[in-house]
């Protein structure tokens, strides 16, 4: 399958090619980074630098192995507190969002593929 908003290239690398692996890691990514997702959005909204920069940490290694370092960079952006102001954290925040609500959606559809196929 084509991927527009993910690369598996590194999860692929990590695993060997072991498709039970990839499964398994994207099953993971799709268990756990919704509720990262919500509690980072709450972070932001609350004006919570420590709690974003929490949540950032645990989102970030999920964003590397998908193969968006752009994502993975704006969560180093919200983790190491680079940031102007609260509000270009928001405005990062945000960025971050809406790529990893993309990249989950593609994460999805992987999965509904890989386990048609299986």
Same mark, same amino acid.
């Given at each position: 399958?084509?991927?527009?908003?993910?690369?598996?290239?590194?999860?692929?690398?990590?695993?060997?090619?072991?498709?039970?692996?990839?499964?398994?890691?994207?099953?993971?990514?799709? *268990?756990?980074?919704?509720?990262?997702?919500?509690?980072?959005?709450?972070?932001?909204?609350?004006?919570?630098?420590?709690?974003?920069?929490?949540?950032?940490?645990?989102?970030?290694?999920?964003?590397?192995?998908?193969?968006?370092?752009?994502?993975?960079?704006?969560?180093?952006?919200?983790?190491?507190?680079?940031?102007?102001?609260?509000?270009?954290?928001?405005?990062?925040?945000?960025?971050?969002?809406?790529?990893?609500?993309?990249?989950?959606?593609?994460?999805? *559809?992987?999965?509904?593929?890989?386990?048609?196929?299986?």
């Amino acid at each position: 399958m084509d991927t527009k908003h993910i690369n598996l290239a590194e999860l692929r690398t990590l695993g060997h090619n072991d498709e039970t692996f990839i499964r398994r890691m994207l099953q993971t990514c799709a *268990e756990q980074s919704p509720g990262l997702l919500d509690g980072l959005k709450k972070a932001t909204e609350e004006n919570d630098t420590g709690a974003a920069a929490a949540c950032a940490h645990r989102l970030r290694p999920t964003f590397h192995y998908l193969g968006r370092s752009d994502l993975s960079e704006l969560l180093r952006a919200i983790e190491d507190g680079t940031f102007r102001d609260i509000d270009e954290m928001k405005t990062i925040s945000q960025r971050f969002l809406d790529g990893a609500g993309r990249a989950l959606g593609e994460v999805s *559809e992987v999965l509904r593929m890989m386990n048609a196929s299986s």
